[in-house]
C-alpha cells in the first residue's frame, strides 16, 4: 500500500486564446471545475495503476470538499484519513493557452491539516510501503510525517512543490526527492551534475518532455521521455510522481521506474485536467509495446 500525504484542491480551468496582460479583461474559450490538488492527483495517479492507496488531507465542509471526497473513493482509495474542516476547500484557478498553463493555488482547507491529524494517521502509515508527499500542506506537518515515516522505516517520496515550503534538513530522511528544473534551481543552484552526484539514487530532476535525470552511485543517467501530443500539461509531474512510487512499490529498479514514469507522464498529456488523463496500467503497457 502506498499513503499519500499533501492537499485535495477543486480545479477552476480556464481556457483561453492568450495569457490577460495586467490590468486587461478577456473572453475565455471555456470554464470547467476539476478535481485536484497536488497530493489528491499523485493518489489517483497511482490509483489508476492498480495499488492499494490511502490518502491522508484535508478539506472544507462545502461541496467541493464533498465532491472531493467522493472522486477519490470512485477511485477505490482510502478516504477515512481525510479530514473535514469549516475552513473552505483548497482551489486552484488553472489558465491554459497554448499547450502552456498558470496556477494560482489558495490553500485553504489544505492549511489545516495538523501533526495531529498525520499522528491520528500513524497506523495507516506505519504498514505503507512508500509515503508521497508535496508541501501543499504546512510544514510542520511535513516535518511530522517525514519524522514518522523514519522512525517507522517507512521510505519517502517527496515532491518539493511550491519549493518554498522545503526545508534542507529534510534531505537525510527522505529517500526520493523529485525537483522539476525550476524548482531545483531554487532549492540548489544550477550546478546539476554536482548535486546529482551528492545525491546518487535519491535526486531525481524531471525535465518534462525531455524526460528526467538522476546519479546512479557511478554514472548520470538520463532516462528519455516520450513524443506525445500534448493537449494539457496540467498534473504532469503529479503522474510522473504517483507512477514512480507504484513502479518502485512494485520492485522495478530505479531506472525502470524512471521510464515508466516518464511513459506514464507522456499519456497524461493528452487530455485536458489534472486527473482525467491520467492512465490505467493496461494504458502504460499498451505504449510500452508500441515504443519497444
Known sequence: MITVIGSL??????????????????????????????????????ARLGIEIAMIGCVGSDSFGETLRTVLQQEHIQTEA???????????????????NRIIVVPGANYELKPD????AKEIIQKSQMVIMQLEIPMETTAYAIKLCKEANVPVLLNPAPAANFNMQWMEDITYITPNETECKQLFGDHFDQLLEKYPNKMIITLGSDGARYFDGEYPIHVPGFMTNAVDTTGAGDTFNGALAYALVEGQSLDQAVYFANLAASLSVEKYGAQSGMPTLEAVYARMAGEE
Open 117 to 120: 491529524h498525520i499522528e491520528a
Open 9 to 46: 484542491n477543486m480545479d477552476l480551468v480556464v481556457q483561453m486564446e492568450a495569457f490577460p496582460k495586467q490590468g486587461e479583461t478577456i473572453l475565455g474559450k471555456d470554464f470547467q471545475t476539476m478535481p485536484g490538488g497536488k497530493g489528491a492527483n499523485q493518489a489517483v495517479a497511482a
Open 82 to 100: 481525510i479530514a473535514s474542516t469549516s475552513v473552505p476547500t483548497g482551489i486552484a484557478n488553472i489558465l491554459i493557452y497554448n499547450n502552456d
